[in-house]
């Protein structure tokens, strides 16, 4: 719990916030909520990503965000009323903590602390969005791309690996899913990267990362 609930915190406080926050998974596949739903409760990620998209107006999917380990989403149940606006689809498998968002509310009016922590969660997300759109806005697919593989990255049983479809990373990068296949494969022919079934071997993260220089 440490990394979502910090030691700056009042023990008191932090021990509160583990009370409320329930563990929960999901699993790639299964939406954990769609835009009408009434927006009741608030999730931390444990592990793993979550998109957080729309529909676009030929029933396009279009990602506003993806949400990482430490991070909020569902932030529309501190409000009384409200709809969640957006689906939530997990990206692989994901470990979440959820809490009933207006027990939240009512937690932080007895604890200014905890509305200091969840502001400054909700600017780093904020924060996060806006370097990504501008990442869209004026760099490339493929640095675009290469940035995304390595901050991914994670040890695996065959050494660093990315456990992401193609069409996930597309999602990340901000593009579509053949322009993603097209340049791992050739990522993959310079023999930087090894491509599998959801998932791409990191073969030379350092020569990778030159490619960003």
């Known amino acids: 719990m440490a990394p979502l609930f910090p030691s700056v915190l009042p023990g008191e406080v932090r021990e509160a916030l583990s009370a409320l926050f329930k563990p929960r998974k999901a699993r790639r596949g299964r939406v954990l909520f769609y835009p009408d739903d009434p927006a009741e409760e608030v999730f931390f990620i444990e592990e793993g990503w979550v998109r957080l998209f729309e ?44 809490a009933p968002g207006l027990e939240v509310v009512a937690l932080a009016d007895r604890h200014p602390e905890v509305y200091a ?16 759109l501008r990442e869209i806005r004026y760099k490339e697919v493929r640095p675009r791309l290469v940035r995304t593989l390595l ?25 579509t899913r053949e322009t993603v296949t097209k340049i791992l494969g050739e990522l993959a022919m310079e023999d930087l990267i090894e491509l599998g079934y959801r998932r791409v071997l990191i073969r030379d993260p350092e020569a990778l990362a030159s490619l960003l220089e």
């Not at 409200?82 to 979440?96: C, D, I, K, W």
């Not at 909700?122 to 806006?130: F, G, I, M, S």
């Open 55 to 98: 529909l676009g107006p030929r029933e396009e999917e279009v990602t506003l965000v993806v949400v990482g380990k430490g991070e909020l989403f569902g932030e529309a149940a501190l409000a009384e009323g409200r709809s969640y606006g957006v689906f939530a689809e997990p990206m692989g498998s994901v470990r979440l903590l959820a």
């Open 117 to 132: 922590f969840l502001v400054r969660l909700l600017t780093e997300r904020l924060w996060n969005a806006e370097a990504r």
């Open 151 to 175: 901050a991914m990255m994670r040890e695996g049983d065959r050494g660093l690996e990315v456990a992401l479809s193609h069409q996930d990373l597309a999602h990340l990068a901000g593009s």
